[in-house]
């Protein structure tokens, strides 16, 4: 059966919460091999008891044999039945390193199992900066024997934190030149799709209805960011009914949702959509819908001067 294996921290929310797929093998009545979900590989200790690699299973070979020990009733221990050490998280950044230490039954060795039809209770409540820092994990561990193209990717990838702000204050152009430094990057870094309005006037009729303004691109992994640049105004007098919603939406349902209303006046906007309740509940075939509202009764108006939306998204 697969399962979901996740470390316990005392910041198991926070940023360094991560996921990987695993299945736990029975050997004997007390004993597991923990198998890789996309390969043949099985996690195993090394000769000098500390680190901890993905080998081939040698019959009766105890460094890939664990036995699992619950602490309560959620998380377990992870002890190897070669000696009293157990499957550790260690590092200060986001990209921590597991390896194998002596028992002590801190909550650095504390791990919860997940059943695999469950894991999307829990994608859903990572933010996007949590998955982009899931990427880089995912990228390691494809990568771990691989000589990769340029030494300074070793440092970016184990100072995901560090990265991760320097990205966050990118613009869309300096990051398609980011991607054309490394082959590896362009896997990890998100694409940006934009949309461009420019003198738009919409008039509402009489009884008018809501309908859509412009549709994203399809999320392939994960929406990471929504960046909007807003220049509008209603009709200047009466009831502020003009406004636009972004929707998130799953199969035509409305998943999540966040709204902005024009003014009489003029206004100016530079927004960064990084709401939780609208990111970080997007998953693969999900899409951003942005959809106005003008206002029935006649004479309502949604004047858009200039309108810009790029989305950012980690295919």
Request: aromatic residues 12%; charged residues 25%; hydrophobic residues 40%.
């Amino acid at each position: 059966m697969g399962l979901y294996w996740r470390q316990r921290r005392a910041f198991v929310d926070e940023i360094q919460t991560s996921i990987s797929l695993w299945d736990f093998i029975p050997v004997d009545q007390d004993s597991y091999y923990i198998k890789h979900g996309d390969s043949y590989l099985s996690v195993s200790t090394t000769e000098d008891n500390h680190s901890l690699l993905l080998l081939s299973v040698i019959e009766d070979d105890k460094c890939s044999k664990w036995k699992l020990q619950l602490v309560d009733s959620e998380y377990y221990l992870i002890t190897s039945v070669k000696n009293e050490r157990a499957i550790d998280l260690v590092s200060g950044c986001q990209l921590a390193d597991v390896v194998s230490l002596p028992l002590h039954k801190d909550h650095n060795q504390q791990w919860k199992v997940i059943p695999s039809h469950m894991i999307s209770e829990f994608t859903n409540r990572l933010s996007p900066i949590q998955r982009l820092y899931n990427s880089f994990n995912e990228f390691r561990s494809r990568h771990r024997q691989e000589e990769l193209d340029i030494g300074l990717f070793n440092i970016i990838v184990n100072h995901g934190d560090i990265f991760a702000k320097i990205l966050s204050r990118l613009s869309m152009k300096e990051l398609a030149r980011l991607r054309q430094l490394c082959k590896h990057m362009k896997e990890f870094l998100p694409t940006y799709h934009k949309k461009d309005y420019v003198n738009i006037n919409i008039r509402g009729e009489y009884n008018d209805v809501d309908r859509i303004f412009l549709k994203g691109p399809v999320i392939t992994r994960y929406l990471h960011r929504v960046y909007i640049y807003l220049d509008w105004s209603d009709q200047g007098w009466g009831n502020l009914k003009t406004r636009l919603m972004f929707y998130l939406k799953r199969n035509g349902s409305i998943i999540a949702q966040w709204g902005i209303r024009a003014f009489h006046n003029r206004q100016e906007y530079n927004l960064l959509l990084e709401d939780y309740n609208i990111l970080g509940l997007s998953q693969p075939n999900d899409v951003i819908e942005v959809w106005r509202h003008v206002g029935g009764g006649g004479g309502h108006v949604m004047y858009i001067t200039k309108m810009s939306v790029i989305f950012e998204v980690l295919a």
